[in-house]
């Protein structure tokens, strides 16, 4: 944000600007893979103690895609209608 009326900015408007900044970085770490619990975590590792919502408005606000694993599909169906072969070698 921008000062207004030649008045200081806020404290905590600093730190939301340097968390942002470690909060991309850990996001892109992580191939954009990472969501707030895990970036989190990662903060936690770097000795950063924030709250997920503290983590997810900044988040919300840059609006980062983030990446999920695609689902387990079964592409094998084993039917109980075809025999199946001997165990010829024990």
Do not use: W
Request: glycine residues 6%.
């Amino acid at each position: 944000m921008t000062q207004t009326r030649g008045r200081p900015e806020r404290v905590r408007a600093r730190k939301d600007r340097a968390q942002t900044e470690k909060i991309k970085a850990s996001h892109q770490r992580s191939r954009g893979t990472y969501g707030t619990p895990r970036i989190q975590a990662d903060l936690a590792d770097e000795g950063e103690r924030v709250s997920r919502q503290r983590i997810g408005r900044p988040m919300k606000a840059a609006d980062p895609e983030i990446r999920c694993k695609r689902p387990f599909r079964v592409t094998t169906k084993a039917s109980s209608a075809h025999p199946t072969a001997e165990n010829l070698l024990n």
